[in-house]
Each structure stands twice: as structure tokens, then as C-alpha cells.
């Protein structure tokens, strides 16, 4: 370490005589020990002394700065497009989820109201929209069956509330001929399934009725009534079209029995 420092010492005076102008040889005459590092050290210093470090104008020295200082604007102008941008895409995707929220909870809200409440008709869509995206006739056909025994508990709770519920029988009535008409797309093998349920749905839904006049006033019996007709109707109609299915086709069976039907129990 003390030699260290005494060549540090060494070479702080031997600068001091180079850049005073004494010949380098002299110098490292006057220190032969040391005079291979002494050498390079001083050969540096000299040509650094000989090169000195090029002046820079003020002119340029501003140009750089001003230039540095654009650089630095543009890129804290990117920096806040980008902090903007990702607020924005938070604040969307927040509303966004808010919306869907609000949408489901429509949804739930409307699938269990009833005519004349302010859901109903957002219900409605819904089951048209289900409606328009089934293709085939045999889910056409077991969404209206569906969609008959939905109007038929809506009747019930109408009642139950001391409300209309004209517009709703007509509704089932009319589901029930959009199923049948779907049959007519099929093979007998499976109308003949299909025909079993709906004869089925219009025979549960003659028993509800029956017992709902029981429970209704005067003046409200004769809808009722009529749409219990329409029911058992349609329940003879069935029965007539599986006839046929056999008569065209002995070799079908159904598949589901009527072992397996749900009863036909009124309310």
C-alpha cells in the first residue's frame, strides 16, 4: 500500500514537470525504477495534452438540449396517452360487466313475472329469441310444449292475484298449435313421441283448469270453460294422429311410455 502511495506521489510530480515542458527522458532518468509505468503514464498525459478536448458552440450545446427536451416531451405524452387509455379500458370494461349484471338480472327478474307487470315483455323476447335460434323441429316443437305449460302456471298466479289473464289462455292455446304444426316435419316414429307429450301437456292442463273454475267467479268461468274444450280438443286430436302413425307405420314404437309420463294432476 505505502508503495502505491509513493508511486501515486512519483507521478503527480512527474506531470507536473511534463506539463511544465522538461524533456520526458530527463523525467524518467530521474526515476529508473519506476520508469517502464512512469513511461506509459506520461505518454498518455502527453497525448492527451496534445489532443484536447473539442470545444462544443453554444449554438449546438442549445440545439442538443432543445432536441433532448422535445424527445422528453413526446415521450411524457406518450406515457399519458397510454395512462388515459388504460383508465378509459378499465372504466368500459367496469360498464361493460355493469351491463351484464343489470342484463341478467332483467333476465331472472322477467322469467318470473306476469302479464301487466313491467318484465313481461322483456320475457316474452327472451322466449321468441330462444324460438328464432332452434332450428329443428323437434326442439321447436318441445320449446312450445314448454312454453304452453309456462303460460298455463302464469294463469294459476293470475288467478291467485286477482289477475287478467284472458290474453294468456289464448297464448297457451296458440303454443300448443305451434307445436302441432311442427309435427308435421317429422317422421311418424318421432311425431308419434311427440304427439304422446302434448297429449299429455293438454290433458294436465284441462285438469288445472277444471279445478281453477271451482276457485273462479261467475264471470270469469266462461274463458275458462272454453279453453278447458279447446284442451280436451286437442287431446282427441293427438290421440287421432298416433292412431294414424300405427296405422302408416305398425313397426313404430314409442319410445317413451305412457308408464313414464308425469301424471296429469290439476292444481
Known amino acids: 500500500m505505502k508503495d502505491n502511495d509513493k508511486f501515486a506521489d512519483i507521478l503527480q510530480i ?6 511544465n515542458g522538461e524533456p520526458l527522458d ?5 526515476h529508473p525504477q519506476h520508469r517502464d509505468d512512469l513511461k506509459a503514464y506520461l505518454n498518455l498525459a502527453a497525448s492527451l495534452e496534445a489532443n484536447p478536448r473539442p470545444l462544443i458552440e453554444d449554438s449546438a450545446r442549445h440545439k442538443a438540449f432543445f432536441r433532448f427536451a422535445a424527445d422528453s416531451a413526446r ?3 406518450k406515457l ?3 395512462n388515459r387509455f388504460r383508465r378509459t379500458l378499465a372504466w368500459a370494461a367496469l360498464f361493460f360487466i355493469a351491463i351484464i349484471s343489470a342484463g341478467y338480472s332483467a333476465v331472472s327478474f322477467a ?5 301487466g307487470q313491467f318484465f313481461y315483455p322483456l320475457k316474452l323476447t327472451t322466449e321468441k329469441i330462444a324460438l328464432s335460434l332452434t332450428t329443428s323441429p323437434e326442439g321447436r316443437t318441445e320449446l312450445h310444449i314448454d312454453l304452453s305449460e309456462k303460460r298455463l302456471h302464469e294463469i294459476v298466479t293470475s288467478i291467485e292475484n286477482g289477475r287478467q289473464f284472458d290474453a294468456v289462455i289464448e297464448e297457451m292455446i296458440r303454443e300448443t298449435s305451434a307445436a302441432l304444426q311442427q309435427l308435421e316435419k317429422l317422421p311418424d316414429n318421432r311425431k308419434e313421441i311427440l304427439l304422446a307429450k302434448i297429449q299429455y301437456a293438454c290433458t294436465f292442463q284441462s285438469n288445472v283448469l277444471e279445478n281453477l273454475v271451482q276457485n273462479t267467479g261467475p264471470d270469469r268461468r ?17 290421440s287421432e294422429m298416433r292412431e294414424q302413425c300405427r296405422y302408416r307405420n305398425p313397426s313404430c314404437e314409442l319410445e317413451t311410455h305412457e308408464a ?6 290439476g292444481n
Open 80 to 82: 399519458e396517452f397510454l
Open 26 to 30: 530527463d523525467i524518467l532518468d530521474d
Open 75 to 77: 415521450v411524457e405524452l
Open 222 to 238: 266462461a274463458e275458462l270453460n272454453e279453453a278447458i274444450v279447446l284442451c280436451r280438443l286437442t287431446t282427441d286430436k293427438c
Open 14 to 19: 512527474c506531470l507536473e514537470r511534463l506539463k
Open 260 to 265: 313414464d309420463m308425469p301424471p296429469c294432476k
Open 111 to 115: 322469467e318470473s313475472s306476469l302479464p
